[in-house]
């Protein structure tokens, strides 16, 4: 199929991508094009995606997969462990995905990457980070967008720090690989910060989409991230924890963190917490990757035929065609996903808009079928009605 063919074909979902396009409209399109081709293609075809049994193992092919917490390819990078939980051979080659854990004073020197989209949440700790001329302080759960071209630098100020690092394309693991060795462990070995070598940091340049540019990390005190306005265009920015645009369907909260406007389509990252509930409707995609991590409590996902039971730091990849449906299992629950190529923001957008920052007590109303309708999604059950109000005692 020809170039012109497939620019053709794909340029109305381009648009609705809210794609950019400059001088080089053409080589523009040609990314857009890529990026939705590789969301729609299945290993093998439908019927020999849903007949995968899900390992807990990463498997080397755009299949679906899960990960425990702690497993999947490790580095030691200086005075951090850098674990892969999904690589560019993974997933196709849309994403790639790295749980990152060190002490204090661990650090990655300023950089900035020429066509790779990062997005950085921390999970545990607190992090300085140095971003397009400002300097954050950043706690668990607040959440940075680094768009490529942007400065940027990060040093951990707690003993026990972790961040999660979600990166377009598959050019920015081979920084890690090429700084650090294979580690076995899952923390650091000990309180000892070793520098990274400049002529590591050069040969990173050859191999991975980065450019570091020896800006030293120093500045004024760092500021609290307070942010809560996602912005309407690419630029780099943080969000407070909690904040971003959040909807409801029944009782539980989406947040959007990033969306198709803030990265050119490449990385739609959305939080969901809610209560113990049913499983939802099992359904798959055609077009789009849709990921789980769970931070807080507990969740139960299907996975083709497979039950999985999913706890704080797990991690499940359903790629395209992959039936799949979760279920809320704790009082509070929280995960982070991220879907590729953001085909399916109008799925949240048309929900309830809320203003709140807690799921709701009183469910609000179910999905919106006619938009479902529209969108990206092979329903198999149709969901049930949100769970009723409990009744007050007398």
Known sequence: ??????LKGKLVLAALLGLTTFDGQVLAQSAAASMLEKGAFIQGGLEAIQAVTPKGEL????????????????????????NFIARGSDTGDLYEWT??????????????????HEAILVLDGEVELWLAGKHHRMIKGDFASIPPATAHAFRMLSHHTQL????????????????GKSYTGYV???????ALPQADLKKAEQVADVQFDDKPLAGQTPQRVTNAVLPKSVMPYVLAVGEGDRYTIGDQLFGILSDN???????????????????IGK?????????????DGQMSMWANQSLLDVNPGDFVSVPAGTIHAFQLKSPYTRFMGMLTPGVFEDF??????????????????????EKMAELDVVLLERPGPPPAQAPKKD
């Open 348 to 369: 949240f957008r048309s929900a309830q808009p809320y203003t709140q920052h807690v799921y709701p007590q009183v469910p609000t109303g179910g999905p919106n079928f």
């Open 188 to 194: 650091q070995p000990s309180d000892h910060v070793p």
């Open 164 to 179: 999660m690092s979600i990166s377009n394309g598959n050019r920015l693991g081979a920084m890690y690989r090429t700084l």
């Open 283 to 295: 359904h798959y995609h055609l077009k789009h990757t849709e990921t789980f991590f769970c931070i």
């Open 99 to 116: 749980v990152i854990t060190g002490g204090k004073g661990a650090a990655l020197p300023s950089h900035s990457h020429s066509t790779t």
């Open 59 to 82: 498997p080397g092919q755009k299949i679906p997969y899960y990960l425990r917490s702690g497993e999947g390819e490790r580095y030691l990078v200086g005075g951090m462990v850098v």
């Open 261 to 279: 406007a803030t990265t050119n389509g490449k990385l739609l990252i959305v939080s969901t917490e809610g209560p113990a509930g049913p499983m």
């Open 1 to 6: 199929m020809t170039l012109h063919r497939i």
